[in-house]
């Protein structure tokens, strides 16, 4: 029995071992080296979800990176993903998340932000907003940038 239960954790660790691995080839290959990614870097919370100031409960949050890849949480579970900046042009996803349920309410917001996010194509920059637009430049989401040490 302890071999099976040995075996059965390593095998787990060996799979998430290995999907870390392609997320990491995949952010190489679709980030151009010339991009820089340090116009979006950083912590970010919800500010506005399709023009609806978003009041803080639950806390919505996106951490940018350099190097292309983003994570946060959506209120419930974790989120995760790569994305492109390409000629002026955003592309986030595809989006991965965890999958651990919570109040019906949370689980509802966190659907519509993920999916809203899934039909960004650019932004814009503000000194503390960020601005995350559709094809026809309609306002889908505003994150404002997290305090230092939030």
């Known amino acids: ?14 799979a998430a071992c290995a999907g870390q691995e392609r ?6 290959v679709t980030n151009p ?3 820089d990614f340090s116009v979006l ?9 399709e023009g609806e100031k978003w009041l803080g409960e639950p806390r919505v949050t996106m951490n940018l990176s350099d190097s292309g ?12 993903g790569v994305f492109t900046l390409t000629e002026g042009k955003l592309t986030i996803g595809p989006i991965g998340s965890t999958m651990m349920a919570c109040e019906q309410a949370n689980m509802d917001l966190e659907h519509r932000y993920l999916g809203i996010l899934e039909k960004v ?3 814009t920059r503000g000194d503390a907003l960020l601005h995350l637009l559709d094809e026809q430049d309609r306002e ?3 994150l404002r940038a997290a305090p230092p040490g939030d």
């Open 41 to 49: 870097a950083g912590d970010w919370i919800l500010d506005s979800l």
């Open 69 to 80: 890849r983003f994570s946060g949480s959506g209120g419930c579970n974790r989120y995760f």
């Open 1 to 14: 029995m302890k071999n099976i239960i040995g075996t059965l954790i390593f095998t787990v660790l060996l």
């Open 33 to 35: 080296e010339a991009v």
């Open 140 to 142: 889908l989401v505003v």
């Open 121 to 123: 194509a650019s932004m």
């Open 23 to 28: 997320a990491q080839e995949t952010a190489q």
